[in-house]
């Protein structure tokens, strides 16, 4: 905005001084001076308009980016969720969260309630009494691929970084954390703005990494999950899709 009101009132100083030009200086100099100043003007311009276009093109191909990222980052959330749920942890690795995938099974269960003679308290009653329980039972198994992908294989590269620098791959990390004495399980994967953005404006990758807002991706980095406290969403604002 700074820019843009400097370079405004260049070029209205500018017009004057074509019309200050054609009033005073001599006719001989005045096609020279005037084509310059012209060229001044449309020069700053251009400048003018690409310091408006420049960040909305740079908008427009951020969110465009984020979104294809974003979807991958629920795509490993989903995975080790479901290796949670399996194994009681998170992985720590992309190899071992594959090589669950492909081999991990989902318990079906039905609970139902149910009730039994309570043999303590018919004893001390002498008459027959009941107490009401949940019975669990097993009904089957499915395989955790099927369930989260289907027929998709799109989870044995879900560590590669969809977009921006060429061969990027997620960070991701598994570990506990202790919560009132208890081992929490928790887990992040992350990428950095910088290699999602790598080919664009530098001084505005600069301000996005530095942006505090409800409607935009505080940080310097796309993530889901956390090492340090017990979370599993994303720290995108609900515009990119659910980040829980």
Known sequence: MTFFLIALAVILGTIGLVKLIDKFIPSKLKPVLTIALWLLIAFLGYQTYMSIYEPIKFNKEKNKRYAVV?????????AQLAHRQVTGKFAKTFDNLIKFIDTAEYTITQRRDSSVIDKELTRRYGVDTTKDIVIIDT???VSVKDSLFKSSNRYKTMMNVPVGQEGAKF?????????????????????????????QN??????ENQIVSVDGVNGDALKVGSMDEVKTGGNWPKTYGDSE
Do not use: C, H
Request: aromatic residues 6%.
């Open 70 to 78: 974003i979807e991958s980052l629920i795509d490993i959330r989903d």
């Open 139 to 141: 009904l089957g198994t």
């Open 171 to 199: 960070k991701m990390d598994a570990g506990f954390v202790e919560q009132n004495k208890i081992n929490i399980p928790v887990f992040e994967a992350s990428v950095k703005k910088d290699v999602l953005l790598y080919d």
């Open 202 to 207: 530098r001084d505005l990758v600069i301000q």
